[in-house]
């Protein structure tokens, strides 16, 4: 009995050639990254340090340092609870809890008109669509400092100024013009052969929106509520402008709280007071950034 051997056997394994883990180029890379990484990250951890050491300590002038006469919570406890943020010893909860009554309601409704508005300009056009997309975006770069002195008396005539309700009114109009420009580019970039077959099928205008645009577009509104959280969390001009002192949103009241010229400066309750009002936007960066990229990737700059 005799044994065939193959060419393929003779001339052994086959394939790409193993790359190795670290070349020059990759090592460059991460170095690149790495210095990069501590760059932004330097800050943090500084404010942190800081924000578990204890006054006297800190006093010492050893910023990079850990505590070494032992951590201690206490700022931040007092900078949540009865840190001073004007005539009012509050703490920043009250603020926290009012930055959560101007964002939740300005995101959910800009998003909802905004992605409306980009459904109608690419799948329902009228009359002047063009046109009226144009000024829209127009708006969104026009400096906000020249429209504040026109919609106070608009918010005074109104009856809704130093209101929650303003505030909320401001963010949702301001929001928009961005945000449907966003979603339009989405939309426009979505198969409109689905679009035609629903009308074929007899399908309108909310059914489309609800039951086809909708489910397809998550990554697009994951998008849009990053940015819609994050800059209405953030702003501080719209919230001392227009929310009144009892509204005064976290960002605000953190700048009371750092700029009070009473008794000494407990740079302990500042660095915890500026973390505490920058947790969310960063909770929702650690939390939803695949979807953020995502939605980015999938079409949302496209136009």
Known sequence: ????????????????????????????IYVILTMFAIYFLLPLYVMLMTSFKEMPEIRLGQIFSPPTQGWTLEPWFKAWNSACTGLYCEGLKVGFWNSVKITVPSTIVSVFISALNGYALVNWRFKGSEVFFAILIFGS???????????????????????????????????????????????????????????????????????????MSLPIFVVAVILQVTGIWNDF??????????????????????????????????????????????????????????GIAAGAVKG
Do not use: C
């Open 141 to 215: 770069f026009i400096p906000y400092q020249v429209m504040l002195y026109p919609l106070v008396i608009l918010l005074s005539q109104a009856k809704i100024f130093a209101t929650l309700q303003g505030v909320i009114v401001i963010h949702t109009i301001f929001g928009m013009p961005i945000l449907t420009l966003l979603f339009r580019n989405y939309f426009a970039s979505l198969p409109q052969e689905l679009f035609k077959a629903a009308r074929v099928d007899g399908a309108g205008f909310w059914r489309i929106f609800f039951q086809i645009m909708v489910p």
């Open 1 to 28: 009995m005799t044994t065939e051997i193959t060419t393929t056997e003779l001339k052994g394994p086959s394939g790409p050639k193993p790359k190795k883990l670290l070349t020059p180029q990759r090592i460059l």
């Open 237 to 294: 001009l719209f919230g001392i402008v227009f929310a009144g002192t009892s509204n005064y949103p976290m960002t605000v009241q953190l700048n009371n709280i750092i700029n009070s010229m009473q008794g000494v400066k407990e740079y302990n309750v500042n660095m915890a007071a500026t973390i505490l009002t920058g947790l969310v936007p960063l909770t929702i960066y650690f939390i939803s950034g695949k979807w953020f990229v995502r």
